[in-house]
């Protein structure tokens, strides 16, 4: 059973450029969630996402920043006219089908994306 | 809201001797609590979570953490620690709405 799949690992993008993030949860598992790692810091909540649903998006910027997860295909998180300060690690997590408080997330490697 | 929080930046142990990396919470209503370990560029690896039960929860890598709500702590612990436990450890608590927050973080030294 493969684990939570991310790609691109590493992204470079120029300043004004678009960068998408794709993120495909391990089998079974519906519910997806974003999370940002900012250099030598913990780990950010950014959005909680089932198929074709965004349940939470109380940690997204509210602007340049969006997310999906349609029926078909990956949970793809899209930062337009990326800056510098979107610099950082991205990572995806999955849950269940079932998702309650008692279910843990498994973690994505991560894409780390570097503006320049 | 719920939160955690990891007292040390990082900690050195000598190769052998046991660890500890303390994490303390603030949480209304039960907590589930959860360590995650982090190796150099990799994502987060899951360890242990408390939900209900056992103060004391046995993980992966010989790893357990102690609940303890007097104090409210969940300490993570090895008896013995390997040079390749050094890495980068997170504390985090589920928040309503079932995201994770996670505490800054402990680099953990082992020193052969």
């Known amino acids: ?116 | 809201a719920q939160s955690v929080a990891q007292p040390e930046d990082q900690v050195n142990v000598a190769e052998g001797n046991p660890l500890t990396v303390k994490c303390t919470y603030s949480v209304s209503g039960n907590p589930y609590l959860f360590w995650y370990v982090q190796y150099p560029n990799r994502g987060l690896q899951f360890l242990l979570k408390y939900i209900t039960g056992d103060n004391l929860v046995k993980g992966s890598y010989g790893f357990e953490a102690e609940f303890n709500k007097s104090q409210t702590s969940f300490h993570l612990k090895k008896p013995s620690a390997l040079v390749s436990d050094s890495a980068l450890y997170f504390c985090a608590v589920r928040d309503w709405g079932d995201k994770i927050i996670f505490g800054k973080g402990t680099r953990l030294h082992i020193l052969p």
Not at chain 1, 1 to 16: D, S
Not at chain 1, 32 to 56: A, H, S
């Open chain 1, 1 to 116: 059973n493969a684990g939570v799949m991310q790609n691109p690992r590493h992204l470079v993008r120029r300043r004004g450029q678009e960068a998408r993030l794709r993120c495909s949860p391990m089998k079974g598992h519906s519910h997806v969630y974003w999370y940002r790692q900012l250099p030598e810091e913990g780990l950010k909540f950014m959005v909680y996402l089932q198929k074709e649903n965004i349940i939470d998006e109380s940690g997204m910027p509210k602007e340049r920043f969006s997310a999906e997860f349609p029926k078909e295909g990956p949970s793809i998180l899209r930062i337009q006219q990326v800056v510098r300060g979107d610099s950082a690690a991205y990572f995806c997590a999955s849950s269940p089908k079932t998702a309650s408080t008692q279910e843990t997330q498994y973690f994505g490697p991560g894409t780390r994306l570097l503006v320049l």
